[in-house]
């Protein structure tokens, strides 16, 4: 995947990595506050051995007290310096428990000793530590003191008395809700990419390429600049489609669950550009094709003529724009997607035919009315549209394998990308439909 497909990846699922990194930060928020605050403090003794005078013995006397300096962390943090700091404070923990809160290190090559304590609040943590150094001194002095009424061998002594913390050492909020932000960005990627990974939508014409195996005749993008330069290649496709045939009759169906009738129209007007003369007609039973799109619902029409071969489909209303003549859909009734696919639709296909060089059938969507497939049997040529990023592989899979069982000549499919708003006039009497792609058109009659 290039670098562009992880960036379209993430503008889509943004919701996802947002929700992710703020369901992780909020996490760590409520951990940070689960960890009670705790402050430090540190008492610094200096270890001495008792020595001659000279400077042999204060050389030999350094020598020894850093051997010891080794043992006595084990010392300052055993079980006998805390029973006796318990009993001396009065404290109600256990001496196990002080045992957890004090810590001892000595820096290499000194005979200096800090015993660190931590504790709740500062005073605490203050008052324990110099605790723990007395305690501490006065054992070294019993141990090191090897005849009764003689000095001690060694001696600690506090040089630096534990001071009284100013700031608590933890919890470190600020690191541990930056570690969620960092933990919540990459699973968030994680995530959205595993979303996108396993999510059927068609976002892309390669991805509807590689899901049906049709080719891609074009995509219709929503600025009227590129659109009209979609709508040339797809003449282009439709004009050697045709070959050295008098006339050529192409049904658009929409292989997403509604219709897209500007495909259609914009086709029909970029074919009759070319001095070709073309007929449009408004098959689409589902109430939202042509008709209604160039408000042509007060014209009677293939329903009419279904029922009662009337009104003769010799002077028909014209796009006057695009100087494509159109055939709407007339005043439908619940027999007209019957009437569709019998053999009189088959005879106005014919009839147009030897009035004109393209005959458009724009009808509903195939996977909302099943029509489309017998109609595509009196058609020279089928175009599937396909809105990306609403429809689904498994549905437009559905769709085209219905076409190739029914033996119809499924050329190929036209992609749209769905717009936000919409130039189409709407009528009252016509129902509201999605937002189709805005593709520079006004259509009137």
């Not at 909020?173 to 570690?179: W, Y």
């Not at 495909?263 to 094709?289: C, F, H, P, W």
């Not at 695009?322 to 007339?330: H, R």
Request: aromatic share 6%; proline share 6%; hydrophobic share 40%.
């Amino acid at each position: 995947m290039a670098l562009s497909d992880y960036t379209g990846i993430a503008r889509r699922r943004w919701l996802t990595v947002v929700a992710t990194v703020l369901a992780c930060m909020a996490l760590a928020w409520a951990y940070a506050s689960t960890i009670p605050t705790a402050y430090v403090s540190t008492t610094r003794m200096y270890v001495s051995m008792a020595t001659g005078t000279s400077v042999n013995d204060s050389y030999q006397g350094g020598l020894a007290a850093q051997q010891r300096i080794t043992s006595y962390p084990y010392v300052a943090t055993g079980a006998t310096v805390a029973d006796r700091v318990v009993d001396r404070l009065g404290l109600t923990i256990s001496p196990g428990e002080l045992q957890g809160k004090v810590s001892a290190t000595f820096p290499p090559a000194t005979t200096l000793l800090d015993i660190t304590v931590t504790d709740s609040t500062p005073e605490g943590a203050r008052q324990l530590s110099r605790a723990v150094a007395d305690e501490f001194a006065q054992l070294v002095a019993e141990m090191e003191t090897t005849v009764i009424g003689a000095a001690p061998a060694a001696r600690a002594s506090v040089i630096d008395p534990a001071p009284l913390p100013s700031e608590p050492v933890g919890p470190n909020t600020k690191r541990i809700l930056a570690l969620g932000l960092v933990v919540g960005l990459g699973l968030g990627f994680l995530l959205a990419f595993l979303r996108d990974r396993f999510d059927p939508t068609i976002r892309t014409p390669e991805q509807l390429g590689r899901s049906t195996g049709l080719p891609i005749l074009g995509t219709i993008s929503r600025r009227n600049t590129d659109a009209a330069k979609d709508i040339g290649r797809l003449r282009a496709h439709v004009t050697a489609a045709r070959g050295d045939r008098d006339r050529m009759v192409v049904m658009l169906t929409s292989f997403t669950e509604r219709s897209k009738p500007c495909v259609a129209a914009r086709l029909a007007k970029a074919l009759a550009d070319t001095g070709a003369r073309v007929a449009l007609i408004d098959a689409d039973t589902s109430g939202d094709g042509v008709t209604g799109r160039l408000d042509m619902q007060s014209y009677a029409g293939v329903a009419e003529w279904l029922r009662d071969q009337y009104p003769p489909l010799t002077e028909l209303p014209l796009w006057s724009e695009a100087g494509v003549s159109v055939v709407p859909l007339g005043s439908a009734d619940e027999r007209t997607p019957d009437l569709l696919t019998s053999e009189r639709f088959a005879d106005i296909l014919s009839g147009l035919g030897e009035r004109f060089d393209y005959v458009l059938v724009a009808t509903a969507p195939v996977l909302t009315d099943s029509a489309a497939l017998s109609l595509s049997a009196h058609c020279d040529a089928t175009i599937a549209v396909v809105e990306l990023g609403t429809t689904k592989a498994p549905r437009v899979r559905a769709a085209a394998d219905s076409f190739a069982a029914s033996g119809s000549g499924l050329i190929g499919a036209v992609t749209t990308v769905p717009a936000r708003t919409r130039r189409f006039p709407q009528s009252k009497k016509r129902r509201s439909a999605p937002s189709e792609p805005d593709l520079g058109l006004v259509y009137s009659p």
